[in-house]
């Protein structure tokens, strides 16, 4: 952390980019550097070697939220219909309106309720939903 402070950053998440979304994420953002394992600066080149690389990303927590239900999806073969569908059947709660506020962060702050019926739709606790490094370092929170 004390190293990032020096080359500019004030809040970080290591974050490795390997998703299109991700790179995505990184261009609109305008990251132009990351680091490799080694802790060397380097240019980031959006055209090769993107998986080979650690970055440093910022996120807020509307963004840690978005990313780790979509990469729950990814990890287990399901659309974000799919998932809406699997907790309506759950729970007889339609929640695809939800969902969509979430994911295109219209809804800032998520109601704890609804993180946990996404947390049970992948058969996880609401704790492993949190236990990912999005959540590390998240603008306004402290972790020590």
Do not use: W
């Not at 998703?19 to 990351?34: H, M, P």
């Not at 800032?108 to 993180?115: D, F």
């Amino acid at each position: 952390m004390s190293y990032a402070k020096k080359v500019g950053f004030e809040r970080v998440v290591l974050e490795q980019v390997i998703s299109d979304e991700g790179i995505n994420f990184a261009q609109k953002n305008g990251f132009s550097r990351c680091y490799t394992p080694s802790m060397e600066l380097k240019e980031f080149n959006f055209e090769t070697g993107i998986g080979n690389y650690e970055r440093f990303i910022y996120f807020n927590g509307a963004e840690a939220i978005t990313f780790r239900i979509k990469d729950l999806c990814q990890q287990n073969n399901l659309t974000i219909y799919g998932l809406a569908k699997k907790i309506e059947r759950k729970y007889e709660f339609n929640i695809q309106s939800t969902l969509n506020e979430i994911l295109q962060k219209r809804t800032k702050s998520p109601q704890i309720n609804t993180l946990y019926m996404v947390a049970e739709a992948f058969d996880m606790r609401l704790c492993e939903f949190f236990n990912d490094r999005k959540f590390d370092q998240i603008e306004g929170v402290h972790n020590n």
